[in-house]
């Protein structure tokens, strides 16, 4: 039996920059995994697929560069050498990550974790060789998993595939189907069609990716080229990858494809690491926590999807940081440092582009917060037009509370989206005015230009 400072459970975003935190701060920390640091994000999600859309992005800039200038003939993509770069990508980051663990001092096993109870960990190993380790604080970073819902036809479907088996095909399909037009939808259609697939999305709501701004998701969609979307309408089964569904009206009605991506969202992996056995409190979300990320055992924190407050990586990074300094006592009990998601930013990582943070319009009507509204085109960015033309698409949208003039939703479609919004989520985090960010010099030309200008016109 060995004995830690803290042991984590699972290496995917938060765990391991939690135990970077703690490893910082010389605790003695044992952070298990059972596949690979990084979890989900860095092995299969947010990089691989940020690595293939890149290449895409590069392949339609170079079709289309003739009017910039800069001709070339026949250009064509390389599926083979993209995934190759993609797997690059992945193992040196992978390793990077390695690295600084142990340059921290952090103890990294491979085995499956199981909690115990409050300070006790069971670590069974690749061999089934099984160990017991005590620490006084145990965190739980189990993540989450794709939902697979029971629609027939699915099951046992060689057609049928997840976000994961989707980034290993050998070949892109001439057609494909997505059934889900949240995230994971919207990037891998706008990934493939920009590839020359001919891709459909079928969505169950009126409109795609639903905590989006009403206003705004509309721009999103009418941009993404080579996308056929089937909005309100409910998948009834699917007969290999023929995708058989009801539209709004109630009609009967079929898309025809190669191959079926099922991207109707993840869920918590709250199985096979003993949180029932422990005593966890659980909800039909996940993990439940207060905002320390403290759970209902003395000693035990949550973080990340497993919480299901907030199925981002960059969730579970202010998750790890709020929980470690939870652990650590760095703030007086009557200032914690706590977690708040009214400030945390979205991204679609589409072709465009589409980001937001804080309320929607619809949001804060539906809490009855009088709001100022101002949308502005990215088209009155000079460097956007220099860049993508006169008639791209794109908007910025900013909401202020009428009564306080505090800056409460900040909403963007178009290129550069994500790298402008952290900007919006310092505003909101620090409660700032619309008065006060029009004393803020913006760089010119840039386009984070057109937040200002949509600020000044919302008086």
Known sequence: MGSYDTIIIGGGPGGYVAAERLGAARKKVLLVEKAALGGTCLNVGCIPTKTLVNSAKIYVHARE??????????????????QAWKREVVEKLRGGVAATERKLGVEVVSGEGKLLGPGKVEIRGASGAVQV??????????????????????????RVV?????????????????????????????????????????????????????????VLRRAMKGVSFR???????????TVHYTTKEGAEARAEADL????????????????KEAGLDLSPRGVTVDGRMRTNLPGVWAIGDVT????????????????????????????????????????????????????????????????KKATVKLTASGRFCAEHGFAAPGAVKVLADRATDRIVGVHVVGPYASELIWGAAALI???????????????????CEVIRDAVWELE
């Not at 380790?133 to 060689?158: D, F, K, Q, W």
């Not at 892109?172 to 997505?178: F, Q, S, Y």
């Not at 259609?189 to 009126?206: I, K, P, Q, R």
């Open 260 to 275: 079926v991506l099922m991207a109707v969202g993840r869920r918590p992996v709250l199985e096979g690491w003993g949180a």
């Open 308 to 371: 299901g407050k907030s199925l981002l990586a960059h969730s579970a990074y202010r998750m790890a940081d709020v929980a470690v300094a939870d652990i650590l006592g760095g703030r007086a009990a009557a200032q914690p440092n706590v977690m708040r998601y009214d400030a945390v930013p979205w991204v679609v990582y589409g072709l465009p582009e589409a980001a937001g943070v804080g309320w929607t319009e619809q949001e804060a009507a539906a809490r009855g917060l009088g709001v």
């Open 133 to 158: 380790h005590e620490a006084p604080a145990v965190i739980v970073a189990t993540g989450s998993a794709p939902v697979l819902p029971p629609i027939p036809g699915c099951r046992e479907n060689s």
């Open 65 to 82: 560069g003739e009017r910039y200038g800069v001709k070339s003939a026949g250009v064509t993509f390389d599926w083979g050498a993209m």
């Open 162 to 218: 997840d976000s994961t088996g989707l980034l290993e095909i050998a070949l892109p399909p001439k057609r494909l189907c997505v059934i889900g037009g949240g995230v994971i939808g919207v990037e891998f259609a706008g990934l493939f069609a920009a590839l020359g697939t001919s891709v459909e999305v079928v969505e169950m709501m009126d409109e795609i990716v639903p905590f989006m701004d009403r206003e705004q998701a509309p």
């Open 429 to 447: 985090e620090q409660e700032l005015r619309a008065s006060d960010l029009r004393e803020v010099i913006f760089p010119h030309p840039t386009v």
């Open 231 to 241: 909005l309100g309408c409910k998948v009834t089964r699917v007969e290999k990858a």
